[in-house]
Every structure is written in C-alpha cells, then in structure tokens.
C-alpha cells in the first residue's frame, strides 16, 4: 500500500513569510497527525485529527499555526507568519484506529523547513 | 503532561556487542509503549509496540523490549547489533494519565562499527 505522502520535502522562506504543508495520510486512516521535530529532540506533536474533526490541538501555537483536515482526507499545516524558532521537520503520520490508546502510527518522509 | 526520558542520546557500538537503550516515562494508567526506528535517509518505522499481554516484546530485526509497569520503564535490546542497525530509535507512549497524547522521547543516536 502507499505510504503517507508529504509535500514539499523541503523548504527555505524568511521570517515573517508564511507557509503551508500538505499531508496525504495512507488511504482509509482515520486519524491524521502533525508533529514538530526541531533537531536534537523528538517529535512533538502539535495537532490530531480523528476523521474531519480535532482530537488534541493543545500543543498548537494556534497564534500562528494552524491546520485542516478537509473531508476527513488530505491535511494542511500552516504557519503565518513564520519565526525562526520554527525551523524543524514537520511530519504527518497516520493511524487506522480511532485516536486514543492503541494507536500505531505510520509516518510521512516530513516536510524540512528552514526559516531565515 | 506526560514526558518520557531517553537516557542514552548517543551510543557507539562494534558489531556483536549487546545493546540496551533506556526508556522511562512519567504518568502510568492504561500505557502503550512503542519504539520506532529511523535509518539514514528514512521514514521513521515502527520497531515494536506493547499494548497488553507479555511485558517481553518482540519486534523486527531481532529486536526486544521489556515493559517493567513498577519501573516506569521499556527498555528497548538487542543481543547482538549489526552494521545496518545504525539508526536513530525513539521511544513514544500513549497513556491514559497523558491523555492520549503521543509522546516522543529525544531519541538515542546508534552508530555500529563494522
């Protein structure tokens, strides 16, 4: 089966700039993830979607980020305006099962973002 | 919030030697645990997962981890590492005391030298 898709795989803007990513989970997913993972640490999860709806959006910067997952498919992950501290590796994942325990999560190449 | 500690950021091993890569988490309750893998240049993979069951986990590659509940802990092994198992290994849980949040640790750098 294919994976989950990302898109772009890389990309460079400067600060104050805004972006959008794009996610397309494996088919059939209900839940969708977007994570940040700023080099050295581990992901961090940054919004969960069961279906169209959010799950967990604690973890948002909602003052620049957002995200939607429109018809319970394809997402998109937004950053307006950008700041430097934002550079990281944006990766979506996607699971079969509802969100909540029991969930195998299935990633995405990511999505590198420098922010100048 | 739920946190979970990767004490090893960076291990170098020769091949054969055993390798154990620490992993404790903070809130317990109804816990899964995974350990995920990303080789050079890949997607990060599943390794293994604990759910319920036997604590003694089996994963790819030879892989195995332990679930000790009193411990907080799921420490991931292998008796006898390879070249290709250079690799970046994270640890996540998902818990019901983290409110279902998955939570990633900083990960353990591994460089196996042939």
């Known amino acids: 089966e294919a994976g989950v898709a990302q898109s772009p795989r890389y990309k460079i803007i400067e600060k104050r700039q805004s972006v959008a990513f794009w996610c397309n989970p494996i088919?059939?997913?209900?839940?969708l993830y977007w994570y940040q993972q700023i080099l050295g640490q581990g992901p961090k999860l940054l919004i969960q979607f069961q279906n169209n709806g959010v799950v967990d959006d604690s973890q948002l910067p909602k003052d620049r980020f957002s995200a939607e997952r429109l018809k319970g498919v394809d997402s998109t992950l937004k950053i307006q305006p950008a700041k430097l501290e934002d550079s990281a590796v944006y990766l979506c994942?996607?699971?079969?099962?509802?969100?909540?325990?029991?969930?195998?999560?299935?990633f995405g190449p990511g999505t590198r973002l420098l922010v100048l | 919030a739920q946190s979970v500690s990767q004490h090893n950021h960076h291990v170098i091993l020769s091949e054969a030697a055993s390798l154990e890569l620490g992993c404790n988490y903070s809130?317990?309750?109804?816990?899964?645990l995974f350990w995920y893998v990303q080789y050079p240049g890949q997607h990060l993979q599943l390794l293994l997962k604990?759910?319920?069951?036997?604590?003694l986990v089996k994963g790819i590659k030879g892989f195995e981890a332990e679930f000790i509940k009193s411990k907080f802990s799921f420490n991931l092994r292998k008796p006898s590492v390879q070249w290709s198992d250079t690799a970046e290994y994270f640890c996540?849980?998902?818990?019901?005391?983290?409110?279902?949040?998955?939570?990633f640790g900083r990960g353990t750098s591994l460089i196996v030298h042939p």
């Open positions: 604990y759910f319920s069951g036997d604590p």
């Open positions: 088919s059939g997913h209900a839940t």
């Open positions: 809130y317990g309750g109804t816990v899964n």
């Open positions: 996540a849980v998902i818990s019901s005391g983290g409110s279902y949040i998955p939570t």
């Open positions: 994942a996607s699971s079969p099962t509802r969100a909540g325990v029991g969930q195998t999560q299935y």
